[in-house]
């Protein structure tokens, strides 16, 4: 059991908080949805809110880094769609 606990804390402790990707992810959709002139449906807030906790979960801690790779991902996934 003891065991099992250790492993848990370690799992949570290698967890990307939530503070560090909620503003890349709000500021990725801003300024997508300013140049995009449209909103983007719940799936891909699902899928850049996946992207940005992938690459944070890696080791990008940068903000800015981490909002940039969020509008690739937006472009990229506009590119797929057309």
Do not use: C, F
Not at 26 to 31: C, S
């Amino acid at each position: 059991m003891l065991q099992r606990n250790a492993v848990h804390a370690r799992t949570l402790a290698s967890m990307t908080p939530v503070e560090t990707i909620a503003r890349p992810i709000a500021r990725a959709i801003k300024i997508y949805r300013s140049v995009a002139r449209h909103d983007l449906d719940m799936q891909a807030r699902r899928g850049l809110a996946r992207h940005i906790k992938r690459l944070a979960d890696e080791g990008v801690q940068d903000p800015n880094r981490l909002t940039v790779h969020g509008l690739s991902y937006l472009r990229a996934l506009e590119r797929r769609e057309h």
